[in-house]
């Protein structure tokens, strides 16, 4: 596993192409005294044909290339350690080992379409190694914090899959920000990622098909609704009151549930899109009905959208409610007026909570096929 002590030092002097944005791109090749047809074949090559080095990038003559990796410059950084894929295929999970030995996790979950065209196909994308926010049910959180993840690692997540799709003549549809990590506690990156994967000169996908989930950093969202963006945001509330809310995420204590929804009400003003809270169950902890009640009352007349989510168990003994009870507290919010939905369940036998696919590598303790890895992150 990775530290800043064993941080691999190529990434000192080489920038992989896939950080730069498509202006930045025009630069260098005017820095290069090149012509800027040059920057929109790279960029076709780099999103349309995912090439793994240079050397793939046919179209450029073999000058340029080996120009390009003078000055320092790469592509992609990430190795393939594991995939794991659903019975019915339409989940896949991957385990990615980027520089200096970090691993991460992705995730891609299909829908297939009722028309017969192509399925939707969203991809759960990991912001950092490891998260500081240690929410206790959480297999990210209890392995701690590593290390930020760069725009251009975020990008390759997506377009790791989008190759892997492509094969099967699919293609990425959708993208979250659900992965490992909090992704407004690595704010840039994940902006810079966000305006690659939206930019129609590189990977463009419409704003409006990317989610942003947060625990709750209060200015990362404030910043979010300032920018020229339209994504989707998502709270990951758990709880309707302050004191239920510490014991789930412990770093509660910089943000009230109140100031959550003011954030949220703020979010919408300024964007137009109306905010999903994300509403984590487990077992004994916050599943009651009259847990639900008090929620109901919380959200009422907000516009908001809850989305349960019957926890993953982890080894930290947090377990999923009975269907009954998740049934139960749907019933509660929905006659109160609230908006609610139960996340999907999806290739319950391989997708991991996040999280949990690394931690099982870490301690390759499991064989592949006997990992219990139950319902991925779903939107
Ligand atoms: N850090 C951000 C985004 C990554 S976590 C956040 O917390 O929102 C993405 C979602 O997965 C969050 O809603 C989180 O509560 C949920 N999650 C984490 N561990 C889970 C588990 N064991 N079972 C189900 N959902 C989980
Ligand atoms: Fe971090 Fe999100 Fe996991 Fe909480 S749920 S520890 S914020 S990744």
Redesign the pocket.
Known sequence: MGSAASWHPRLDFVTDLFRLLPTEMDELMVRLGLPRYRADQILRALYHESPSSLADIRQLPAGLRARLEEEGYSIGSEAEVRRVMSGDGLTTKLLLEMAGGTLLETVCMQYPSSDGGHPRSTVCVSTQAG?A?G?V???TGQMGFERNLQAEELVAQVVHLARILRARNEHVTNVV???M???LANYKETIRAVRLLTDPRAFGLGQRSITI???GVISGIDRLAEEDLQVGL?I?L?APNDTLRRKLVPTANEHSVGDLLSAARRYFKKTGRRVTF?Y?MIAGMNDSPEVAAELARVLRGSGAHVNL?P??P?PGGYGRPPRRAVLEFERVLREAGVNCTIRVEKGTEISA??GQLRTTEGARSVAVDAIRLA?A?VL
């Open positions: 998260c926010m929410c049910f959480c297999a920000f659900m992965g990590g909090e992704p989930s947060t625990v998502a990951s758990h994300e984590a989510i926890v993953n982890t909570a996040c319902g992150p």
